[in-house]
C-alpha cells in the first residue's frame, strides 16, 4: 500500500511539473507596439490609475459642440466597432470619443487590473472628466452596455442619456471574494496555456470570419474581420482576458439610480443576447425608449449603421 501511495504521489507531482512547465515549451508570434504607435490618426494615449488607455478623439469644428458622446464597446471589440456611426454624430455636431476597454483594443493589458463593472465605470468617469468636465451621453454595445448603465448609475448628474446596445445594465453588488476558479485561471501557467491556445486556434481570419457571422447574422467584410482581429495580436491579450474572472465590483450599483433617458436598440436576430434579455429591464425601468433593428444581429450598430444612427440622432437631439 506504501509502494502504491508513494507511486501515486511521484505521478502526480511529475504531472502538475508537465502542467506547470509544458505551456512555456511553445513559441508564440507576439506584437508588442512601440511608444511612439498610433493606430488611428485620432488616437491617443493616457495613463488613469496606472492603466494605459487608447482612445479616439474627434472635435466639432465650431467650439460650440452640441454634447459630448462617449462610445463604449462591447466584450472583444474596440473603438473599430463605432467605425459607422462617428461621422454621423461628428457632422451632427458632437464632440466624439470612442474609447478602448481594457484589455481590449489597443488599452494596455497590465497585470492585476480589476476589470469588474464598476472599476470599468469608475475608470473611464476619469478619462471623461479629463477631456471635458461637463454631460456626457454614453453609449455602450453588449458588454458596454453594463459600464455605460453603470457610469449612468454612478454620477446620473453628469449623465445626459444613455444609449443600450444589444444589452442592459442591472444592479451591481460591491464583492470582496475571488472564486477558486477565478484564481486557478488568472495562474501564470494557464495564462500562458490560454496564450498558447488562442494564438494557434482562435487568433486567426478564419476563426473571426466565423465568430462576426455569428455576430453579425450575416457574413462580414475583410476590412471587418481585419479591424477585430488586429489587436488580438498584442502580447498578453489572452491572459489579460483571463484576468476578468478575477475581477470584483468595487461599488454596488443600481439601475434605479440612473435618472436621465434611456434608448435600447436591439436586433431581432441577435443570438448572442437574445432580445428577450430586455424584458427583465423594461420591467424596472419602464420609461426606457425600446426599439428593435429588423433584421439586424448582434451588432445592429455596424451592419444596419444607416437605421441605427437615426435613431441615435434622432433620440439625443430631443431635449429632456
Known amino acids: 500500500m506504501k509502494k502504491f501511495l508513494k507511486i501515486m504521489f ?9 502542467l506547470f ?19 488611428f490618426p485620432e488616437s491617443h ?23 459630448n458622446v462617449l462610445l463604449i ?12 456611426n462617428i461621422d454621423t454624430l461628428v457632422h451632427a455636431g458632437y464632440h466624439v470619443v470612442a474609447v478602448d476597454v481594457p484589455p481590449f483594443g489597443f488599452s494596455s493589458r497590465e497585470k492585476k487590473v480589476n476589470h469588474s463593472v464598476s472599476a470599468n465605470a469608475l475608470l473611464l468617469w476619469k ?7 461637463k454631460q456626457w451621453i454614453i453609449a455602450g454595445h453588449s458588454m458596454g452596455a453594463s459600464i455605460a448603465g453603470a457610469m449612468a448609475a454612478m454620477h446620473p448628474d453628469k449623465t445626459a442619456k444613455l444609449i443600450l446596445v444589444d444589452g442592459t445594465f442591472g444592479d451591481v453588488e460591491k464583492s470582496n471574494k475571488v472564486n477558486f476558479l477565478g484564481w486557478l485561471v488568472s495562474t501564470g501557467p494557464v495564462k500562458r496555456l490560454a496564450e498558447v491556445i488562442a494564438k494557434k486556434k482562435f487568433y486567426n ?11 453579425y447574422a450575416k457574413e462580414p467584410d475583410s476590412l471587418a474581420i481585419v479591424g477585430y482581429l488586429e489587436p ?10 483571463l484576468e476578468l474572472s478575477r475581477s470584483k465590483e468595487i461599488q454596488s450599483l443600481k439601475l434605479s439610480d440612473i435618472t436621465g433617458p434611456i434608448l ?19 420591467k424596472k425601468y419602464p420609461s426606457a425608449k425600446f426599439e428593435v433593428i429588423e433584421g439586424a444581429g448582434h451588432c445592429s450598430m455596424e451592419t444596419n449603421s444607416n437605421e441605427f444612427n437615426k435613431l441615435m440622432i434622432n433620440f439625443i437631439s430631443v431635449r429632456k
Open 10 to 18: 511521484y505521478s502526480i507531482l511529475v504531472l502538475l511539473l508537465m
Open 21 to 39: 512547465t509544458l505551456p512555456y515549451a511553445f513559441s508564440i508570434q507576439e506584437f508588442t507596439p512601440e511608444n511612439n504607435f498610433k493606430p
Open 45 to 67: 494615449f493616457v495613463k488613469i490609475e496606472g492603466i494605459k488607455i487608447h482612445y479616439r478623439e474627434w472635435i466639432t469644428a465650431s467650439d460650440s459642440a452640441k454634447g
Open 73 to 84: 464597446h462591447g466584450f472583444s471589440g474596440s473603438t473599430f466597432s463605432w467605425r459607422k
Open 127 to 133: 478619462l471623461a472628466d479629463s477631456l471635458n468636465n
Open 205 to 215: 481570419y478564419e476563426k473571426f470570419k466565423e465568430l462576426l457571422t455569428s455576430a
Open 232 to 241: 488580438f495580436k498584442i502580447k498578453r491579450t489572452a491572459s489579460a482576458i
Open 264 to 282: 435600447v436598440v436591439w436586433g431581432s436576430k441577435d443570438t448572442w443576447i437574445p432580445i428577450e434579455a430586455w424584458r427583465n429591464f423594461i
